[in-house]
């Protein structure tokens, strides 16, 4: 296949066993819980809040003060994600506001030193999710608008005031990859970091090979992923598709899209926002978001979706019902999903496949008839059954491909999915 891409950059980096098997379990894995939660949520207007009401540093640093989620409770957040079928939880140790999550020790912006609440909410979620077999990412933002250092601006840094009018980049990497180590020495196992921010400064040199070596040195098992929407950089373990589907480029992605070479993941928001936000009742239906994890799963992608925790703690109930919602649909088609690979025919406007060993997964998304004919991709067919509950229903195989029988009441309005056995 002429997808196939051919590096441009030389690749030093070699993973260890450890990372390769993490690989294999992140694509098993497939249904992962994003968190965006920091002291941006107590104004309810985004984590994009200090840039868009450009809030002076100064000002901004009030907002810690208000921060005192009592009502944060890390067995429920890990429970409410188990019960959705996720497998792991990536959550925003530092967004763009340059805050903290937990009890850093380079800096006292953050959690322990600057709220009411007083607590490294990090550790209570690491804890809890070792302890439940829930596997652990942090997100952090390398772009900063807090830290001293973090200069020259970039296309979104300057335009407020309280911003530095210099500043060492070496020192602010300096101080990234300080806090980066700690969140890779204190926390237990840590399954991989999700790099965002660096579009910010596309011509800075985020001297990516030193960081993403300090990863690989401190757990050579995390994963390292980045939101930068280009080519995968050496040393990145899987690639990310934000608010996209891989290969769709709805999103300005400027890279080759290395379909089949790293292992991929893309996100979403529940409604239209990462961070809580007062205004955003455009929750995503049931129908929607099963629908985006089925394809994701065809397109061999997993499906990180977002959740904006209030300044309380607590998620909000119509999140954590469509959330259970999904986990109801994944426990019954779980099988479908879980460990599989995308393909083996590429997404059709009726839906996605996926496969496991010999078995193939029709998923129809988008088809209302009681006959499908579908492309045949070289292997013979030894049985079709509908998924659950291994129907058999009548198949025919000939020079215009695969026709499959489905009957009307079996034709489901989310997901009618078609097991296929192949010889
Ligand atoms: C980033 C963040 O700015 C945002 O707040 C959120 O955390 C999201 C998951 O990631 O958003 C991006 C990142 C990269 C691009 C666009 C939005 N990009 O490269 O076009």
């Given at each position: 296949?002429?997808?196939?891409?051919?590096?441009?950059?030389?690749?030093?980096?070699?993973?260890?066993?450890?990372?390769?098997?993490?690989?294999?379990?992140?694509?098993?894995?497939?249904?992962?819980?994003?968190?965006?939660?920091?002291?941006?949520?107590?104004?309810?207007?985004?984590?994009?809040?200090?840039?868009?009401?450009?809030?002076?540093?100064?000002?901004?640093?009030?907002?810690?003060?208000?921060?005192?989620?009592?009502?944060?409770?890390?067995?429920?957040?890990?429970?409410?994600?188990?019960?959705?079928?996720?497998?792991?939880?990536?959550?925003?140790?530092?967004?763009?506001?340059?805050?903290?999550?937990?009890?850093?020790?380079?800096?006292?912006?953050?959690?322990?030193?600057?709220?009411?609440?007083?607590?490294?909410?990090?550790?209570?979620?690491?804890?809890?999710?070792?302890?439940?077999?829930?596997?652990?990412?942090?997100?952090?933002?390398?772009?900063?608008?807090?830290?001293?250092?973090?200069?020259p601006r970039g296309s979104t840094g300057g335009s407020w005031t309280g911003r530095p009018e210099s500043g060492d980049m070496n020192k602010y990497l300096d101080y990234m990859d300080a806090q980066l180590s700690e969140l890779l020495?204190?926390?237990?196992?840590?399954?991989?970091?999700?790099?965002?921010?660096?579009?910010?400064?596309?011509?800075?040199?985020?001297?990516?090979?030193?960081?993403?070596?300090?990863?690989?040195?401190?757990?050579?098992?995390?994963?390292?992923?980045s939101n930068h929407h280009v080519t995968p950089f050496d040393g990145e373990d899987f690639q990310m598709f934000e608010k996209d589907l891989p290969g769709h480029n709805t999103t300005g992605f400027s890279g080759e899209q290395t379909?089949?070479?790293?292992?991929?993941?893309?996100?979403?928001?529940?409604?239209?926002?990462?961070?809580?936000?007062?205004?955003?009742?455009?929750?995503?239906?049931?129908?929607?978001?099963?629908?985006?994890?089925?394809?994701?799963?065809?397109?061999?992608?997993?499906?990180?979706?977002?959740?904006?925790?209030?300044?309380?703690?607590?998620?909000?109930?119509?999140?954590?019902?469509?959330?259970?919602?999904?986990?109801?649909?994944?426990?019954?088609?779980?099988?479908?999903?879980?460990?599989?690979?995308?393909?083996?025919?590429?997404?059709?406007?009726?839906?996605?496949?996926?496969?496991?060993?010999?078995?193939?997964?029709v998923h129809l998304l988008n088809w209302f008839d009681e006959s499908i004919t579908i492309p045949s991709w070289g292997k013979k067919i030894k049985s079709a059954t509908l998924f659950p509950g291994k129907t058999p229903i009548k198949?025919?195989?000939?020079?215009?491909?695969?026709?499959?029988?489905?009957?009307?009441?079996?034709?489901?309005?989310?997901?009618?999915?078609?097991?296929?056995?192949?010889?």
């Open positions: 296949l002429l997808l196939l891409t051919t590096p441009t950059l030389a690749q030093t980096y070699q993973p260890t066993p450890e990372n390769m098997k993490n690989r294999e379990w992140f694509q098993d894995a497939k249904f992962g819980l994003f968190i965006h939660w920091g002291v941006y949520s107590v104004l309810g207007d985004g984590e994009w809040v200090m840039n868009q009401q450009q809030i002076p540093v100064k000002i901004y640093e009030k907002i810690p003060t208000f921060f005192n989620p009592t009502d944060f409770d890390p067995k429920a957040w890990v429970q409410m994600a188990k019960a959705a079928g996720m497998k792991y939880i990536t959550i925003t140790s530092k967004h763009h506001d340059g805050f903290a999550m937990w009890d850093s020790k380079v800096s006292d912006y953050n959690i322990v030193k600057r709220t009411p609440y007083g607590k490294d909410v990090l550790k209570m979620l690491a804890d809890e999710c070792h302890k439940e077999g829930i596997k652990l990412f942090f997100y952090h933002s390398q772009l900063d608008w807090h830290s001293p250092d973090y200069f020495t204190g926390y237990g196992e840590v399954a991989g970091i999700w790099f965002d921010g660096m579009w910010d400064k596309k011509n800075a040199d985020w001297r990516l090979q030193k960081t993403y070596s300090l990863i690989h040195k401190l757990q050579p098992g995390a994963l390292v992923g379909v089949g070479a790293l292992p991929k993941e893309t996100c979403e928001t529940i409604n239209n926002s990462w961070g809580f936000n007062l205004k955003d009742d455009h929750h995503k239906s049931k129908k929607e978001l099963v629908q985006y994890l089925v394809k994701a799963a065809g397109y061999g992608a997993n499906f990180l979706l977002n959740v904006g925790p209030m300044p309380n703690g607590k998620i909000q109930p119509e999140h954590i019902a469509s959330l259970k919602g999904v986990g109801e649909w994944l426990n019954v088609n779980g099988e479908t999903i879980y460990g599989t690979r995308g393909g083996p025919l590429t997404a059709r406007d009726w839906g996605v496949t996926t496969q496991k060993g010999n078995k193939v997964y198949f025919l195989e000939n020079d215009y491909g695969i026709t499959l029988k489905v009957p009307k009441a079996s034709l489901d309005e989310i997901d009618t999915i078609i097991e296929l056995e192949l010889k």
